[in-house]
T-cell receptor
Framework: RKEVEQDPGPFNVPEGATVAFNCTYS??????FFWYRQDCRKEPKLLMS???SGNEDGRFTAQLNRASQYISLLIRDSKLSDSATYLC???????????FGKGTSLLVTP | DAGVTQSPTHLIKTRGQQVTLRCSPK?????VSWYQQALGQGPQFIFQ???????QRGNFPDRFSGHQFPNYSSELNVNALLLGDSALYLC??????????FGQGTRLTVV
């Protein structure tokens, strides 16, 4: 079983739509959780950290369910500029490195 | 304030050759990690350097080695290149265990 699993998509949505991405992780000892955004042929950029209490940053809401080992990202009022690959990231419990999912591709269309 | 910088941005090498990639961390960061990202995949952890020592290593062969210098910059060396080593190599820096920031990457093509 992979350490971090995501639906690769692609998700094609119209502008203004709400879209949700999900991710599961295998190691219950993981302590840090993130969503990164990666544009085509560019480096990953931190979008937001994820906490059990849930956290929101503008149109983006992230949620962590430790019992189910499940992480989600909700994007409201999608913009064309949200088109990118969204990477679910979980720390490796044995040290300091990060485990990345394969990413979920989002295309927002006019 | 410069972010994480990597050089070169692109590189073409022949099978069997050796390559060195370089990374300068973000100002104030003391930890450098290297990742390999193959096409269509998420980044895979290679190793991490802290205080000039390899602190943790991923599942990569010994052909992959690295170094961290006193100014916290780092190098990734790959020996005996294989076609399968073609990928985007990403350097990430952080301070202690805080959030990691990535450089723009080096795109390595092995022919």
């Amino acid at each position: 079983r992979k350490e971090v699993e995501q639906d690769p998509g692609p998700f094609n949505v119209p502008e203004g739509a709400t879209v949700a991405f999900n991710c599961t992780y295998s190691n219950s000892a993981s302590q840090s959780f993130f969503w990164y955004r990666q544009d085509c042929r560019k480096e990953p950029k931190l979008l937001m950290s994820v906490y059990s209490s849930g956290n929101e940053d503008g149109r983006f809401t992230a949620q962590l369910n430790r019992a189910s080992q499940y992480i989600s990202l909700l994007i409201r009022d999608s913009k064309l500029s949200d088109s990118a690959t969204y990477l679910c990231v979980v720390n490796k419990p044995s040290g300091y490195a990060l485990n990345f999912g394969k990413g979920t591709s989002l295309l927002v269309t006019p | 304030d410069a972010g994480v910088t990597q050089s070169p941005t692109h590189l073409i090498k022949t099978r069997g050759q050796q390559v060195t990639l370089r990374c300068s961390p973000k100002s104030g960061h003391d930890t450098v990690s290297w990742y390999q990202q193959a096409l269509g995949q998420g980044p895979q952890f290679i190793f991490q350097y802290y205080e000039e020592e390899e602190r943790q290593r991923g599942n990569f062969p010994d052909r992959f080695s690295g170094h961290q210098f006193p100014n916290y910059s780092s190098e990734l060396n790959v020996n005996a290149l294989l076609l399968g080593d073609s990928a985007l190599y990403l350097c990430a820096s952080s301070f202690s265990e805080t959030k990691a920031f990535f450089g723009q990457g080096t795109r390595l093509t092995v022919v």
